[in-house]
């Protein structure tokens, strides 16, 4: 593949199809088998980092990269060499410049821990531009902003794109893809199997290509309305235990029987802190805010509320949702006790036949129950969790971003799964960060952003540009305290 | 108490808080980088063996704190390999390490028991140690106690205000990031570990010629351990490891000086204040959660592989 001066590529292809091992040779963190990268006509041989961002070549990293108890202006200082250093002269001042200049808004003194995720990505593409970068490579970066972030980063892309700043964009989103993609590379099993004009193809037309002709597209699906009342919060509020974390404020909904709750919000904005609160795990006890079929659950333990009919699919597949070193069938055990466990006896029989039920029923890959769970890949592994925690009929399911760097295909399977256990009577709580899944599966939504919750509508009268000022916190009362939010760029 | 008296304890407070303030010195260093290294203790004590070994052997005290410190290096060495290059458990290797060196002090240094020899004589620094009451404090003690300032004072510097500190918290913090901005964090952590081991063979070095100029098995009684401890209480700041170590030492002196006031406390109570009140004192310093989890290297005993993706 090649890449000419202005040009924004993207990258695509299923999970597991290459593309992250692909942009990390490029900048130098993983070193290639074979093969030659050609810069500006010469050979190049891209050993560190380090020669990568001599030559011009900037990377925005999927899981940031980012030192978070330093400064902005530190994270920055510590990229750059003491040439560079010397020819820029007071970093401060320039962070500055380049920040008016693009509109990226980054204050030089700020911590890093206090910011929030899109203004962490600023910082990572502010680090690359203060190398004057000529190829910036970006690594899912619209997967964890709010729709008008991705607006904003859209026109910092397209005016470093007019400056002749070659930018290599990997993303699941296709739509993106067509908006702003120049060129795109379709990856399969690590091959480089086509490529396209994403200008002239469909967001359909593209999924095809990259999952072959078994592309089956998620359409859209009926909307219901639940009366019943399954679940309830009320006022919850929970001081966070975790110096980055959020603290909950004033959280109630409701959750009603045979249908889907969505929460949409950029990550970071308390959703881990309400998944554990309702989970059970945050483990303090509470009074008076949470109730299951009308009952007080709140000073529960996880267990119990368990055993009460709640399942959970926790974001973090490995060490929440399943202990890694376990083989899927001692992990289905960990959450399944009824029927497996006679007078204190494990019947392991029984437990295999379950987990091999799964595996068969969710199309999940892997070398059979006794295979360990950190051995599949994210998007198995989730399928697996997901029907473990289906196959306990609960009456709750609380499920947080469960097709994150899920591909194509396992993210249909598991959006009907989640469809199908609604209109068994479940009530679900669908904690995401992509918005159009959201759209797609929720029936009622709501945003959640710094501890509060939006009020929550119907999907059908709602829009994403209305989700996506909620997710900025437009629905705060701003007589509260300490809410200093940013209104979004 | 009068002011003799006090000048007295607080001159002893600083001679005693010196070899826990050295050892814990390095291990903080060793610990920003992301390592926990639990083999102070035998490190110290193999420093302490070869110090009084050679100053025996040559009597050129110089070549023996070299040669203490070059041992402690060389232990922490043997550390580094296991848990760096071999991915070793962190914990299990640092315990090892203590116990080997426990050991093999012990047996090397049979010979040498009972023999003394002249250690390092108190330097009077002219002019500083006029000033009254602090100059007899601070300015007439030995060599090994003024490198001690010297340090301290470097590494608060180079921890707070220099690029290297700068790199040094950021592999302590995430070595994934670092490595993918190109920081060699197995060459900083393999510096970082190394002078953990030099530091900890002047702390014995300085048991063994400075403190009580002989060779005694087991010596350093704990100090290793205390370190380990000072420096987590201390959030990993330079300041407040001085503070601790001292206050260690003020401590230690304390029993001495009630004993001596005729106080009838079992003399075995006495000698557990020291490690008490200074963990008691630290506990309290640090009491706030909150912030220590901010000042913690966040992947301190994490090994690293940098094959391995983040």
């Known amino acids: 593949m090649q890449l000419s001066p202005g040009e924004i590529h993207a990258l695509l292809g299923e999970n597991g199809a290459g593309k992250s091992t692909l942009v990390k040779s490029i900048y130098g963190v993983v070193a290639p088998n074979s093969g030659q990268f050609m810069w500006d006509g010469k050979e190049v041989e891209i050993k560190s980092p380090a020669i990568a961002r001599e030559l011009g070549i900037g990377m925005v990293f999927q899981h940031f990269s980012l030192f978070e108890t330093l400064t902005v202006s530190q994270n920055i200082e510590l990229c750059l060499s003491k040439a560079q250093l010397e020819t820029i002269g007071h970093l401060g001042s320039k962070i500055s410049t380049l920040s008016k200049a693009y509109g990226l808004n980054v204050d030089p003194d700020r911590l890093v821990h206090t910011l929030s995720i899109g203004e962490r990505q600023r910082v990572e593409i502010m680090r690359c531009l203060v190398q004057d970068v000529k190829l910036l490579i970006l690594d899912e970066p619209t997967s964890v902003l709010t729709p008008q972030e991705v607006a904003g980063l859209f026109d910092v892309l397209r005016r470093l794109s007019s400056e002749g700043c070659s930018i290599m964009f990997i993303s699941h989103k296709l739509h993106e893809v067509t908006e702003i993609c120049h060129s795109a590379t379709i990856l399969r099993g690590g091959k480089a199997i086509d490529t396209c004009d994403p200008r002239i193809e469909t967001p359909a037309s593209i999924a095809k290509m990259m999952v072959g002709d078994l592309a089956e597209q998620d359409a859209g699906y009926s909307k219901k309305i639940g009366t019943e009342t399954l679940f309830k919060a009320e006022d919850l509020t929970l001081d966070s235990k975790q110096p980055f974390g959020t603290s909950l404020k004033h959280i109630s909904f409701e959750l009603k029987k045979g249908e889907i709750l969505g929460v949409a919000g950029v990550a970071g904005n308390g959703q881990d802190e309400l998944m554990a609160a309702i989970s059970g795990e945050d483990g303090r006890k509470l009074k008076n805010v949470m109730w299951l079929d009308g009952k007080d659950i709140s000073s529960l333990g996880a267990g119990t509320r368990r055993s009460l009919g709640m399942a959970y699919v926790p974001e973090e597949r490995l060490g929440r949702g399943a202990v890694p070193d376990m083989s899927l069938a001692e992990n289905t055990l960990l959450t399944h006790k009824v029927g497996f466990v006679k007078n204190g006896w494990v019947e392991w029989k029984a437990v295999k036949q379950y987990a091999k039920s799964i595996i068969d029923q969710f199309k999940v890959k892997c070398h059979g129950e006794f295979s360990h769970a950190k051995s599949l890949s994210g998007g198995n592994l989730q399928k697996f969790i997901m029907g473990r925690e289906i196959g306990q009929n609960p009456k709750v399911l609380i499920c947080a971003h469960p097709t994150w760097g899920v591909d194509v295909g396992a993210a249909l399977a598991i959006h009907q799964a989640l469809l199908a256990l609604r209109d068994q009577g479940a009530a679900i709580l669908l904690i995401s960060e992509d918005i159009d899944e959201l759209f797609l599966l929720a029936d009622r939504m709501a945003a959640i952003c710094d501890g509060h919750l939006s009020p929550t509508v119907h999907t059908e009268k709602t829009s994403i540009d209305q989700i996506g000022e909620w997710m900025a916190g437009t629905f705060i009362n701003t007589n509260t305290h300490d809410t200093n939010q940013e209104t979004a760029a | ?310």
């Not at chain 2, 140690?129 to 010297?150: C, E, M, R």
């Not at chain 2, 970082?192 to 063994?208: D, R």
């Open chain 2, 1 to 310: 108490m009068d002011i003799d008296l006090i000048t007295q304890i607080l001159f002893a407070t600083i001679k005693t808080g010196t070899p826990l303030l050295l050892i814990a010195l390095g291990e903080v260093i060793c610990e920003k980088s992301g390592v926990l290294n639990l083999g102070q203790e035998g490190m110290m004590l193999m420093g302490a063996v070869v110090g009084f070994m050679s100053a025996f052997a040559t009597g050129n005290l110089g070549l023996a704190v070299f040669a203490a410190m070059a041992m402690g290096a060389l232990m922490s060495l043997i550390f580094g390999f296991l848990v760096l290059h071999l991915g070793a458990n962190q914990v299990a290797t640092g315990l090892a390490l203590t116990i080997f060196g426990t050991g093999l002090s012990a047996f090397i240094g049979s010979g040498v028991i009972g023999e003394t020899l002249q250690g390092f004589q108190p330097i009077i620094i002219p002019v500083l140690s006029d000033i009254p009451v602090i100059g007899k404090i601070l300015f007439t003690h030995d060599l090994l106690v003024y490198i001690s300032f010297v340090v301290a004072a470097a590494l608060a510097f180079i921890a707070n205000k220099t690029r290297l500190g700068l790199t040094l918290r950021a592999v302590g913090e995430n070595p994934h990031a670092a490595n993918a901005i190109g920081i060699k964090v197995l060459s900083i952590r393999y510096f970082a570990i190394m002078f953990g081991g030099a530091m900890a063979g002047l702390a014995g070095a300085y048991m063994s010629l400075s403190y009580t100029p002989m060779w005694v098995e087991n010596m350093t009684s704990g100090r290793g351990w205390i370190a380990l401890a000072l420096v987590v209480f201390a959030s990993w700041r330079i300041g407040n490891i001085m503070l601790g170590a001292y206050l260690f030492g003020l401590a230690s002196i304390m029993h001495l000086v009630l004993q001596g006031m005729g106080w009838s406390i079992s003399p075995n109570l006495l000698a557990m204040l020291p490690y008490v009140a200074t963990v008691v004192v630290m506990v309290i310093i640090s009491a706030d959660q909150f912030k220590e989890k901010l000042l913690a290297p966040r992947s301190l005993g994490k090994p690293f592989d940098p094959r391995q993706m983040a």
